[in-house]
């Protein structure tokens, strides 16, 4: 088993023995776009465990990583992957006890992680390798943890190494998620209506969307700038009506239009207790706004999310907070409904963008 230094989970100074030290600026843009891992923009080296069930992201972070640390003249002697269910605690072991060669650093990385959990001796080395890496060594692991798992082996390494876990994206988050991606990796600004047209065609699948990004970078051109005819123009099969667009038909007070289009959503196979709970989620964001502004609403956004805030702080002026706590109730009753009656979703709620038509008009 490799021996480890004492110092535990504790930032190590730049020493002529090889350990962490703070990184080169052309070091620090290879790793610039990561989440954030502990101490990466002052030091490199170490154990990094990233976690999750977002893949795409996790192997993303982990080539950063690895451009970070290796050098291309020696990458033959210093690079060493492996995936946990095709290793074994001894050639591990190996691995990660043998110092770099001709360059500051030795990197091993280790995907599937998982693979390994069922080894007392697999389990022990990597959480004492954790616990005090040897100098020159930068070890990646890359881990989905198995659902309902509270392995100990898992806890451990969170705790011990620098983790970032990778949580799925979820539907809300990806025309955010599209939006950063285009700004960051391509220099080109996606507008809104292309990007939820975009992630509505596509879905969550985060390495297909990067995919379709690229298409229509490649597309535009020198414009820089995706449209939703874009979209359209480079083949990409769009749904008739997305979720989206509607709740902003919602909030704009369009409830004609909005109920005209509850058939063509549901025929797309939207249910209707979905919309329900994404028209009150934008219904307490028009309140948030109403209260606090649109600076009140961007600083409880999720991170994906913010572009939203001037856009519903825009339809909030058109609401009061009365009307605004009438249509969360009149969604708890539809809610329930949906829950309990034999009507189909679309009666429900094309009856309750009625009520609010009928109750704007009458004001």
């Not at 080395?125 to 898992?154: E, N, Q, R, W």
Request: glycine residues 10%; charged residues 25%; contains cysteine.
């Amino acid at each position: 088993m490799v021996s480890a230094p004492a110092s535990a989970g504790s930032a190590r100074p730049i020493a002529d023995e090889g350990v962490s030290r703070a990184p080169r600026s052309d070091e620090i843009r290879g790793v610039n776009a990561l989440p954030s891992i502990p101490g990466l923009e002052t030091q490199l080296g170490g154990v990094f465990y990233l976690h999750g069930e977002d893949h795409f992201r996790k192997d993303q972070s982990v080539r950063a990583l690895v451009d970070a640390h290796l050098d291309p003249a020696t990458s033959d002697f210093n690079y060493d992957p492996v995936r946990g269910g095709e290793t074994d605690a001894e050639t591990l072991a190996s691995l990660i006890a043998t110092p770099p060669m001709m360059a500051e650093w030795r990197v091993v990385v280790v995907r599937e992680v998982e693979g390994l959990a069922s080894s007392k001796h697999a389990r022990d080395l990597l959480v004492d390798v954790a616990a005090g890496p040897p100098p020159g060594l930068a070890l990646i692991l890359s881990c989905t943890v198995p659902s309902g798992s509270k392995a100990k082996f898992y806890r451990e390494l969170a705790r011990l190494a620098r983790s970032v876990e990778f949580r799925a994206i979820t539907e809300a988050d990806v025309p955010g998620w599209i939006m950063n991606r285009a700004r960051e990796a391509h220099d080109v600004e996606f507008e809104i209506d292309a990007a939820r047209a975009l992630g509505t065609a596509i879905g969550t699948n985060l390495g297909v969307l990067a995919q379709e990004l690229e298409k229509l970078v490649d597309f535009v051109g020198d414009r820089r700038t995706v449209t939703l005819e874009d979209v359209r123009a480079a083949g990409t099969r769009l749904p008739s009506q997305d979720r989206w667009r509607w709740f902003d038909l919602v909030g704009e007070r369009r409830f004609e239009d909005a109920r005209r289009a509850v058939p063509v959503l549901i025929g797309q196979g939207e249910s209707g207790v979905g919309l329900v709970i994404g028209l009150t989620t934008h219904f307490l964001r028009i309140g948030i706004a109403l209260e606090k502004g649109a600076g009140g609403l961007e600083s409880v956004l999720p991170y994906h999310q913010k572009f939203l805030a001037k856009r519903v702080a825009g339809q909030a002026r058109r609401w009061s907070i009365g009307e605004v706590d009438a249509a969360l109730s009149g969604l708890l009753d539809v809610d329930r409904l949906l829950k309990a009656s034999p009507h189909t979703d679309e009666h429900f709620l094309e009856s309750w963008l009625l009520g609010l038509r009928v109750r704007a008009e009458a004001a």
